[in-house]
Nanobody, 119 residues
């Protein structure tokens, strides 16, 4: 079974930092772009950051300069380093990846990890 497993969420004070991790497991041949999305209470899910297999990155304007996305292709893992956190960053963060597996191309989502930033 191909899946994404996230870790690293939690409670942090404003101005603090957290690092999220997301590892893909199962019969995977390769992974294209990977990314992080978030959904705050009462709001739609929104893009946070993406990274291609070659390392090109894209960020939402709201997190530019504060968040950094990276990946380890050998470990099929993507990271999100979040610095200078703000209360408005509070949300459930979801990992996303496009992967080629034995069953074909799959768009994968993680289970979500809660990030709470207190003021």
């Amino acid at each position: 079974q191909v899946q994404l497993v996230e870790s690293g969420g939690g409670l942090v004070q404003a101005g603090g930092s957290l690092r999220l991790s997301c590892a893909a497991s199962g019969s995977i041949f390769s992974i294209n772009a990977m990314g992080w999305y978030r959904q705050a209470p009462g709001k739609q899910r929104e893009l946070v950051a993406t990274i291609t297999s070659g390392g090109a990155t894209n960020y939402a304007d709201s997190v530019k300069g504060r968040f950094t996305i990276s990946r380890d292709n050998a470990k099929n893992t993507v990271y999100l380093q979040m610095n200078s956190l703000k209360p408005e960053d509070t949300a459930v963060y979801y990992c996303n990846a496009g992967a080629y597996s034995t069953t074909g191309y799959l768009e994968l989502w993680g289970q979500g990890t809660l990030v709470t930033v207190s003021s």
